[in-house]
């Protein structure tokens, strides 16, 4: 059972900055690809940015490209998603999660991760 934590969420101003921290909990960190997804009130969970199992591919939703970056220690078992030039609709619940550690191509539906964290708030207003 891979256990995951998010961390670093919280308010920033629009065009301002965060970074979100995700820790796993497993020996085999470097088979898994890891994604970030976000959830705003009322809305379905959506996808943001996905890192292959050995960090060597990214993949980005429209909405955030070009702004966030997504990385990976797999030394340290850690991910993290770096966001710049925020929006106040970047506001939202985020979560990483892990696919299923098979070294499969990354996705981007919540469907295919069956390892989730508790989410971390990330509020962006003036």
């Known amino acids: 059972q891979v256990q995951l934590q998010e961390s670093g969420g919280g308010a920033a101003q629009p065009g301002g900055s965060l970074t979100l921290s995700c820790a796993a909990s497993?020996?085999?960190?470097?088979?898994?690809?890891m994604a970030w997804f976000r959830q705003g009130l009322g809305q379905e969970r959506s996808f943001v940015a996905v890192i292959r199992w050995n960090g060597d591919s990214t993949y980005y939703s429209d909405s955030v490209k070009g702004r966030f970056t997504i990385s990976r220690d797999n030394s340290k078992n850690t991910m993290s998603l770096r966001m710049s030039g925020l929006k106040p609709e970047d506001t939202g619940v985020y979560f990483c999660a892990a696919d299923t550690g098979e070294k499969f191509p990354m996705a981007t539906v919540p469907s295919r991760y069956p390892h989730w964290g508790q989410g971390t708030q990330v509020t962006v207003s003036s």
């Open positions: 497993t020996l085999t960190f470097g088979n898994y690809n």
